[in-house]
Structure formats: C-alpha cells, structure tokens
C-alpha cells in the first residue's frame, strides 16, 4: 500500500530542546509539506518542498527547519525558537506544485511540550 | 475527474456588497470542507471549514454553508473590502490508504476581485 508514514504519533519535549518529526512517503511524489493544525484552526503551512534539496518557507516558518535530501523523506526540525510548538503536524505530499488537485497526509504527530 | 470543481475561475463584486463564491464535488464521502485564500506573491492561509455534520459555519464577515443533498458548498462575504481580493480555494477531505489517513482535494480557485 502507497502510503505517507510519520512518526512517531505522540512526542513529548522538555522546553528548550530541539525535536525531529519524521515523514516518509513511497508515492513516488516530488512535493512534500508539512502542516500545523491548533484547535479550531484549520491547516497552516510550516514548510513546502517541490523537489529534492529544495525547499521553502510557508506562512509560519520561523523556530522550524527541514531537509530534503531524498525524494521518499522531509523530517521537521521544531527548534527551541518555536515559541508555541505544542500541536499536531501533518505531513503532506503530492505529484506536484504547480496546480496541485491532491494532497495526501500522513496520520500526524501529537507533539506536546512540557 | 475533478473532484471538487469552482466553476467560476474569477469574480468581480464592488465593495459593501455580498461576494458568493461557489464549490461544488462528487464524492460524497468527503466528511470536512475548507476554504482557503491566497493573495498574489504569498502562500495560501486558512480562512473557514465546515463539518459535513453541519449546514452554517460562521466566522466574522465570512460564512460557509453548505447543502448536501445537492453536494454544494458556499463562501459568503458580507460586507466585502478591497482587502479580499484573493484567489479562493475550496478542499474538501476525503480518506485514503484504508481509510486510516486523509487527503485534501482542492478546487482550482476562483479569483475575486472587489472594487472599491
């Protein structure tokens, strides 16, 4: 099954550490995202990447980083920066950018600051 | 086969007056419905979603309504500013993979333009 895998599902961080979320896709996608969602809020693009070691910033960039050195994998880095990072993150991808019809999401990961 | 179609690529209201932007789809096990903006030059934000459980979902200027018998949805925007003019882009979420996770299908968009 062609899928989008994040993990892990729940992810507990001591203030003031850095934490990775991990996103892999076998879609054979070239764009890749990651999303935040807050109660009552929709989606809020972090990060988007249209292909291999390239990226850009979305509307709330600023306390996280990314990679993409493989076309399958676009981990999230929640830096200590991130002056609220207790929410849910979806990752997301799709054939393309240009004119995307479909985004496909991962099951998300809980991500909660102690 | 489009899932999720705006029949109209653009939309032109003068200001003060009410802007109805429209969405329609197919798949009828979409269970949640957004709407999201997008200004020249800037990425796309969140503006409205509804639940397929409900009709009306009001937020400030905005509302969304939706009628599922006949698998349409609705932006209102009253009173509308110079301000929104955007493209609108209506998703709706369907699931995949099992269903186990979800996806976004989103519309084309529609360009509405308020004059002042």
């Known amino acids: 099954d062609g899928g989008i895998t994040q993990s892990p599902k729940y992810l507990f961080r001591k203030e003031g550490q850095n934490v990775t979320l991990s996103c892999e896709q076998n879609l054979n996608h070239d764009a890749m995202y990651w999303y935040r969602q807050d109660p009552g809020q929709g989606l809020r693009l972090i990060y988007y990447s249209q292909i291999v070691n390239d990226f850009q910033k979305g509307d709330i960039a600023e306390g996280y980083s990314v990679s993409r050195e493989k076309k399958e994998s676009f981990p999230l880095t929640v830096t200590s920066a991130q002056k609220n990072p207790t929410a849910f993150y979806l990752c997301?991808?799709?054939?393309?950018?240009?004119?995307?019809?479909?985004?496909?999401f991962g099951p998300g990961t809980r991500l909660t600051v102690l | 086969d489009q899932q999720v179609k705006q029949n109209s690529p653009s939309l032109s209201v003068q200001e003060g007056r009410i802007s109805i932007l429209n969405c329609d789809y197919t798949?009828?096990?979409?269970?949640?419905f957004l709407w999201y903006k997008k200004y020249p030059a800037e990425g796309t934000t969140f503006l409205i979603s509804i639940s397929s459980i409900k009709d009306k979902n009001e937020d400030g200027r905005f509302t969304v309504f939706l009628n599922k018998s006949a698998k349409h949805l609705s932006l209102h925007i009253v009173p509308s500013q110079p301000g929104d003019s955007a493209v609108y882009f209506c998703a709706a979420r369907g699931t995949y993979s099992g269903g186990s996770n979800y996806k976004l299908t989103f519309g084309k968009g529609t360009l509405l333009t308020v004059n002042p």
């Open positions: 997301a991808s799709s054939i393309g950018l240009a004119g995307v019809s479909e985004q496909f």
């Open positions: 798949n009828s096990m979409f269970d949640y």
